[in-house]
């Protein structure tokens, strides 16, 4: 079954389009068919798709505004091993012209509509804001994912996100839920990492994936050759931790179904 999931953190610098990249080109890895849509004006998921952001004919500017067909605007990230929907800076023009238009909250899902079910995930990466482009994601998307770094203001910007997040359920999109938090650019030898770690897994439990991403040089570099960490450097900490959750997601997945297949039974 196909599943939408708006990868998001309204704080910049958590890890966002790093997950987004790399769990794209993990989940293809195990022979799952994925779509990345690239909704942020910086356009760094397109670039690290191995895509120019510079030279694009048509993007998420042309899926939101135009009548452009989808299929016209996905193009092949071959080396990255997914499709891709990109985006560049003409996405912000496109948040203030969103503004003017009626329905404009749900644009991206009455887009994506005709070719999702040509994909297992289709994973959104979302601004670092709760704007428009965000909000087009979040009612479109069945499942929230929330990277988080470990840091002191972290669990401050979580709760204006899950705030988000609940007004959405109730107005606008009442499927949406939480895929889970992932804990990035970790490092173990810090103690308020440590610390913010344990109170997220109070707070949230089962929520928080046991995967958690470390700091790692290697998946920092990935991005500037314009590829994923598995292509770039498949040995390397981060390549693993990627992989990892890419199974976790996975198993997640496969054991919700089975759990609602027995409710259903009962």
Do not use: W
């Amino acid at each position: 079954m196909s599943r939408i999931i708006a990868i998001t953190n309204q704080k910049g610098g958590v890890g966002k389009t790093t997950t987004c990249v790399n769990l794209a080109a993990s989940l293809a890895a195990t022979r799952r068919r994925v779509l990345l849509v690239d909704l942020d004006p910086q356009g760094n998921a397109t670039m690290g798709s191995g895509v120019n952001k510079h030279e694009l004919e048509l993007g998420g500017y042309h899926l939101l505004l135009e009548e452009t067909p989808i299929a016209d605007i996905i193009v092949d990230a071959a080396e990255a091993g997914y499709k891709l929907l990109p985006g560049n800076s003409d996405l912000t023009a496109a948040e203030v012209q969103l503004m003017q238009l009626d329905e404009r909250e749900t644009r991206l899902g009455r887009r994506l509509q005709p070719i999702v079910g040509q994909y297992d995930y289709v994973l959104i990466d979302c601004p670092p804001s709760l704007n428009m482009l965000t909000l087009n994601a979040l009612t479109a998307a069945d499942a929230v994912f929330i990277p988080i770094q470990c840091e002191y203001y972290a669990l401050e910007g979580l709760s204006a996100l899950m705030e988000t997040v609940r007004q959405i359920r109730e107005v606008i999109n009442p499927r949406l839920e939480i895929e889970g938090l992932l804990r990035t650019m970790f490092d173990a030898r810090n103690n308020l990492a440590n610390e913010v770690s344990q109170q997220l897994l109070e707070h949230f439990g089962e929520k928080v994936y046991r995967t958690i991403i470390p700091r790692n040089v290697r998946l920092a570099e990935a991005p500037s050759y314009g590829a994923p960490i598995i292509k770039y450097d498949k040995a390397s900490r981060g390549a693993i931790a990627y992989l990892a959750l890419a199974a976790e997601l996975v198993r997640r997945e496969r054991e919700a179904a089975q759990s609602d297949e027995l409710r259903a039974e009962a």
